[in-house]
């Protein structure tokens, strides 16, 4: 069991490495389709999302207005350090706003990434809340898409595959190249070998910033 104060740990040492370097170390693990489809793109905020999964899923429903009260329920769990991971069929509409995403804020989540749209951007920007999302719109969901379960398995939409699996407790990370879930069970190997790849990338780019041809930064310390 991972305590509150190294989840917290591990994710601050995450902020500090890139989606592309925690790719690589997922190839040569044996997870090569852990990322995201490249419609997944920052739509909120200016820091890197990364935090602990907690799944939401939803799908197309016509219901009466009046809200979603399953919506509310599955926010009102999230945790410090959570990233509510959206998942659903909800093409054209968006699954939550700016409301919402104080709501979620409040809980001390640290971001959400969306299989769908979002809307009031410029508010969650003001409220510096990073969200990952394949699009935005203004058409609301109520009354058209509702959330059925949370803290679930869900799939979300796949960079090398059709789907990845998101499990409640995954990790997500994600910067300006996109964004990836790490299997809980291999967190923190996955962190270990991501920040001594990081520290290799900087000890090349000093180099090369010393006069070293990119020819002897291969041959001294291999493809990175």
Request: charge should be negative; include cysteine.
């Amino acid at each position: 069991m991972v305590s509150k104060e190294e989840k917290s740990s591990i994710r601050e040492r995450f902020l500090k490495v890139d989606t592309s370097n925690v790719a690589d170390v997922l190839d040569e693990m044996g997870h090569p389709d852990q990322g995201l489809a490249a419609a997944f793109q920052r739509q909120t905020g200016s820091e890197r999302l990364a935090g602990w999964a907690y799944t939401i899923r939803g799908q197309m429903t016509p219901y009466g207005f009046g809200g979603d009260a399953d919506k509310m329920k599955a926010c009102a769990a999230l945790s410090e350090g959570d990233v509510s991971v959206w998942s659903g069929d909800g093409d054209g509409i968006c699954y939550f706003g700016e409301l919402i995403s104080i709501g979620m804020k409040e809980k001390g989540s640290v971001g959400a990434i969306v299989d769908g749209g979002l809307r009031d951007t410029c508010w969650i920007n003001a409220l510096g809340f990073t969200v990952f999302g394949r699009f935005r719109t203004p058409v609301q969901s109520i009354s058209r898409w509702k959330v059925n379960a949370w803290n679930v398995p869900i799939y979300m939409q796949g960079a090398t595959g059709r789907r990845v699996a998101v499990e409640p407790g995954d990790f997500i990370l994600g910067d300006d190249d996109g964004a990836l879930v790490i299997p809980q069970a291999i967190v923190k190997e996955v962190l270990e070998r991501s920040e001594r790849l990081t520290e290799q990338e900087v000890a090349i780019r000093q180099s090369l910033s010393e006069g070293m041809s990119l020819a002897q930064a291969l041959e001294k310390y291999g493809h990175v």
